[in-house]
């Protein structure tokens, strides 16, 4: 199974929260989950991402923590800005596979 | 700036028509992605090709296309066109075949509307 699940399909958030965002796979084959910001007009671009080796990955304000058990990983955006607002990608490749498959995305708002 | 252009940024046709959707990747790269986005979809991958060769297919339509040329911009052609084509349409670079990096390098994209 190729699919990856993602949630929440929307997420508001007050400035300086943490935002949260949930994803999901079933394929054991993944190996490499990076996340991806899109801005309105623009296409996405690699954010943060991290293998299945770790549990953990921190840049700057962003966070992946990653559950290989139950394969499951999640972003975490501490002291979230308005800036961050944006349509949030996660995503998964393997080694076998020539494409990157996407979550369906989340949309962030994150209000003054 | 990604360093992918993709034209034409906006295209309006008619159902039954044809397009074309052109690709150039960034400088050295020779992996070419094509997505399509959609409000209800997400992200659907498409093609891609690798310095000339299909490495992988998505769910794409008989009715969809693409090709990589020897200068390695690409292009997606769309036929018979339907009221549901109407998409973003995203091309992506990668440095590498096997794009072990996972990192894509998005264009701008193509918004396609089928009246």
């Known amino acids: 199974q190729q699919q990856v699940k993602q949630s929440p399909q929307s997420l508001i958030v007050q400035k300086g929260g943490i935002s949260i965002i949930n994803c999901a796979y079933e394929?054991?084959?993944?190996?490499?989950f990076p996340w991806y910001q899109q801005f309105p007009g623009k296409g996405p671009a690699l954010l943060i991402a991290?293998?299945?080796?770790?549990s953990e990955k921190k840049e700057g304000r962003f966070t992946i923590s990653f559950n290989k058990s139950a394969k499951q990983f999640s972003l975490h955006i501490m002291d979230s800005q308005p800036g961050d607002s944006a349509t949030y990608f996660c995503?998964?490749?393997?080694?076998?596979?020539?494409?990157?498959?996407f979550g369906p995305g989340t949309s962030l708002s994150v209000i003054p | 700036d990604s360093g992918v252009t993709q034209t034409p940024k906006h295209l309006i046709t008619a159902t039954g028509q044809r397009v074309t959707l052109r690709c150039s990747p960034r400088?050295?790269?020779?992996?070419v992605y094509w997505y399509q986005q959609s409000l209800d979809q997400g992200l659907q991958f498409l093609i891609h090709?690798?310095?000339?060769?299909?490495?992988a297919k998505g769910n794409i339509l008989e009715r969809f296309s693409a090709q990589q040329f020897p200068d390695l911009h690409s292009e997606l052609n769309l036929s018979s066109l339907e009221l549901g084509d109407s998409a973003l349409y995203f091309c992506?670079?990668?440095?590498?075949?096997?794009?072990?990096?996972?990192?894509?390098?998005f264009g701008e994209g193509s918004r396609l509307t089928v009246l």
């Open positions: 992506a670079s990668s440095p590498r075949g096997d794009s072990n990096t996972g990192e894509l390098f």
């Open positions: 394929n054991t084959a993944f190996d490499y």
């Open positions: 991290i293998r299945p080796d770790v």
């Open positions: 995503a998964a490749k393997g080694t076998s596979y020539d494409k990157v498959i």
């Open positions: 400088s050295g790269d020779l992996s």
């Open positions: 090709y690798y310095n000339g060769e299909e490495r």
